[in-house]
C-alpha cells in the first residue's frame, strides 16, 4: 500500500463512451502525475499538476482531459477513445520538486 | 535529451542465482537515479535510490552504485527468490533538465525458476 488509490481498476469501453479514472493520495503530496504504460512503449508521463496548477502536458490527444480539483484528487476525463490507447494508466504523486514519486496500482483500460 | 538505456529482458534465472541488470543513462547534470519494481498486477514501487555520484542504494538484498564515469546505475543481488519476479525500471530524475519529472528505461521483466 502506497497511499496512492486509484478506481477503478479494470475498465472496458467503447469508443463512443464518456468515463473517468479516479486517483487519490494520502501522503500530503501537492504533485500528482498521469502516466500511460503499453505493452509497446515505456512509460510515458502524460501529465503534471503542481499545486493543483497542470505545469505538464506531454502533447497528449485532447481525448484525455485531465483534472486536479485539489491537491488530493486528480482525474482523467476520457472521451471518443481508440483501441490503441487501451493500456494501464497509472498515478503517482510526490511532493513538489522533489525526487521520489509514490504509485497508485493502475487502471486497466481496454477500448473496444 | 535525458534518457535511459537498460538491458532488454526478459531475463530467467534460477533461484539463488546472482542477478545484474545493466542501466545507463544520459543526463546533463547531476542527475538522481531510482531502480522501480513492478510486481504482477501492480503499480510501480520505488526499489532503492542514489542521489549522487558514488552514492549506492539498497534494499531487500538489491544494490546499486551510482557511476558518474560510466553513466551507468546496474542493479544487482546476489541471491535471486522466485518473489522477486517483476519488471525492473531504471529511471532519473535531473531539475536541471527535464525539471524534475522521471523518466524511464523500457524496463526488464525478471522471473525465476524455483
Same mark, same amino acid.
Given at each position: 500500500? #502506497?497511499?496512492?488509490?486509484?478506481? &477503478?481498476?479494470?475498465?472496458?469501453?467503447?469508443?463512443? %463512451?464518456?468515463?473517468? /479514472?479516479?486517483?487519490?493520495?494520502?501522503?500530503?503530496?501537492?504533485?500528482?502525475?498521469?502516466?500511460?504504460?503499453?505493452?509497446?512503449?515505456?512509460?510515458?508521463?502524460?501529465?503534471?499538476?503542481?499545486?493543483?496548477?497542470? #505545469?505538464?502536458?506531454?502533447?497528449? &490527444?485532447?481525448?484525455?482531459?485531465?483534472?486536479?480539483? %485539489?491537491?488530493?484528487? /486528480?482525474?482523467?476525463?476520457?472521451?471518443?477513445?481508440?483501441?490503441?490507447?487501451?493500456?494501464?494508466?497509472?498515478?503517482?504523486?510526490?511532493?513538489?520538486?522533489?525526487?521520489?514519486?509514490?504509485?497508485?496500482?493502475?487502471?486497466?483500460?481496454?477500448?473496444? | 535529451?535525458?534518457?535511459?538505456?537498460?538491458?532488454?529482458?526478459?531475463?530467467?534465472?534460477?533461484?539463488?542465482?546472482?542477478?545484474?541488470?545493466?542501466?545507463?543513462?544520459?543526463?546533463?547534470?547531476?542527475?538522481?537515479?531510482?531502480?522501480?519494481?513492478?510486481?504482477?498486477?501492480?503499480?510501480?514501487?520505488?526499489?532503492?535510490?542514489?542521489?549522487?555520484?558514488?552514492?549506492?542504494?539498497?534494499?531487500?538484498?538489491?544494490?546499486?552504485?551510482?557511476?558518474?564515469?560510466?553513466?551507468?546505475?546496474?542493479?544487482?543481488?546476489?541471491?535471486?527468490?522466485?518473489?522477486?519476479?517483476?519488471?525492473?525500471?531504471?529511471?532519473?530524475?535531473?531539475?536541471?533538465?527535464?525539471?524534475?519529472?522521471?523518466?524511464?528505461?523500457?524496463?526488464?521483466?525478471?522471473?525465476?525458476?524455483?
Amino acid at each position: 500500500e #502506497t497511499g496512492v488509490t486509484q478506481t &477503478p481498476r479494470h475498465l472496458v469501453m467503447g469508443m463512443t %463512451n464518456k468515463k473517468s /479514472l479516479k486517483c487519490e493520495q494520502h501522503l500530503g503530496h501537492n504533485a500528482m502525475y498521469w502516466y500511460k504504460q503499453s505493452a509497446k512503449k515505456p512509460l510515458e508521463l502524460m501529465f503534471v499538476y503542481n499545486f493543483k496548477e497542470q #505545469t505538464e502536458n506531454n502533447s497528449v &490527444p485532447s481525448r484525455f482531459s485531465p483534472e486536479c480539483p %485539489n491537491s488530493s484528487h /486528480l482525474f482523467l476525463h476520457l472521451h471518443t477513445l481508440q483501441p490503441e490507447d487501451s493500456a494501464l494508466y497509472l498515478c503517482a504523486s510526490s511532493q513538489a520538486n522533489r525526487d521520489e514519486q509514490f504509485f497508485g496500482p493502475g487502471t486497466r483500460l481496454t477500448v473496444l | 535529451g535525458d534518457s535511459v538505456t537498460q538491458m532488454e529482458g526478459p531475463v530467467t534465472l534460477s533461484e539463488e542465482a546472482f542477478l545484474t541488470i545493466n542501466c545507463t543513462y544520459t543526463a546533463t547534470g547531476y542527475p538522481s537515479l531510482f531502480w522501480y519494481v513492478q510486481y504482477p498486477g501492480e503499480g510501480l514501487q520505488l526499489l532503492l535510490k542514489a542521489t549522487k555520484a558514488d552514492d549506492k542504494g539498497s534494499n531487500k538484498g538489491f544494490e546499486a552504485t551510482y557511476r558518474k564515469e560510466t553513466t551507468s546505475f546496474h542493479l544487482e543481488k546476489g541471491s535471486v527468490q522466485v518473489s522477486d519476479s517483476a519488471v525492473y525500471f531504471c529511471a532519473l530524475t535531473n531539475y536541471g533538465g527535464s525539471q524534475g519529472n522521471l523518466i524511464f528505461g523500457k524496463g526488464t521483466k525478471l522471473s525465476v525458476k524455483p
